[in-house]
């Protein structure tokens, strides 16, 4: 494995606000290894997507900086994709024609036959080759998002950039997905960088997890390794006591070492609009 794959060095960025600069992130250092499945978790509002897009060259870092393959990161680029919590389908394309648009931008040089066999067979990877010619309208949150994921593999990323992406699905069908994304993974070989929320979704995919301090100008508290041997099973797993360790080690981050107390009112807006969360959720 190579130990210079991913490099995220000193990064910091502040946001322009009425009342000054805001700082979000400060001093997050982080190697990742090739094929490296990371999980960042924390706090809403510690700065994990904020840390995702400047990965993915959507924010320009203030401080510091990401080195891919010895190259900085300045911009978005083919060899980084992302699938985000709303699937971002076009409504008015195909399955079929979803993915094969991100293959036609940028796999150039291919013939048609090409194209369709590596469309296809990204799909086939998600299992959604029977809804090739079903618009998003037509199929569900579960599938649009298995799509989101095809269209992200056909660019043959390096990294692949996740930014909870089962956080808005039903718990059996982000289960699913979870172990289709688990095959696909071992399958590719891809470095995966997801952000989650969910405890148990990140100790069941993940090689290490990078556990966020709380904002402003959060940065990398802890990193857990979670030596779990692969393929996971997680019902194999739910009475594992390492795993359940694991489970334990985020968890008292979470609620102890960076616990936020929110205030009165928020919490009881939030119960007015019947807002609900897994027990091993982080909030």
């Known amino acids: 494995m190579n130990a210079k794959h991913l490099e995220l060095t000193q990064v910091g960025i502040d946001f322009p606000t009425p009342k000054g600069p805001f700082t979000a992130l400060r001093d997050v250092n982080l190697n990742i290894k090739k094929g490296e499945f990371i ?45 985000f919590q709303n699937h971002s389908l076009l409504p008015w394309l195909s399955v079929y024609k979803n993915v094969e648009l991100a293959v036609k931008q940028t796999l150039r040089g291919k013939s048609k036959a090409e194209i369709r066999e590596w469309v296809m067979h990204n799909l086939e990877l998600v299992h959604m080759t029977h809804a090739i010619d079903k618009l998003p309208s037509e199929i569900s949150g579960g599938m649009k998002q298995r799509v989101g994921i095809a269209r992200a593999l056909a660019m043959e990323p390096k990294v692949l950039l996740m930014d909870e992406p089962f956080g808005a699905l039903d718990a059996l069908t982000r289960a699913h997905l979870q172990d289709s994304l688990m095959e696909i993974h071992a399958d590719l070989g891809n470095t995966v960088i997801m952000i989650t929320h969910d405890v148990d979704e990140a100790v069941l995919l993940s090689d290490r997890i990078v556990m966020m301090t709380n904002g402003p100008a959060a940065t990398v508290g802890e990193i857990l390794e979670v030596n779990l041997p692969r393929p996971r099973n997680r019902l194999v797993l739910a009475d594992n006591p390492e795993y359940n360790h694991y489970r334990h080690e985020v968890l008292t981050f979470l609620y102890e070492k960076q616990k936020k107390v929110e205030p009165v009112s928020a919490r009881k807006s939030g119960t007015e609009k019947g807002a609900s969360s897994s027990k091993t959720d982080a909030a």
């Open 39 to 83: 999980s960042l978790i924390g706090h809403s509002g510690c700065g994990k997507s904020t840390v995702l897009n400047i990965v993915a060259g959507l924010h320009q870092a203030t401080t510091g900086g990401v080195i891919l393959d010895n190259v900085e990161v300045k911009e978005p680029g083919p060899e980084r994709a992302v699938v």
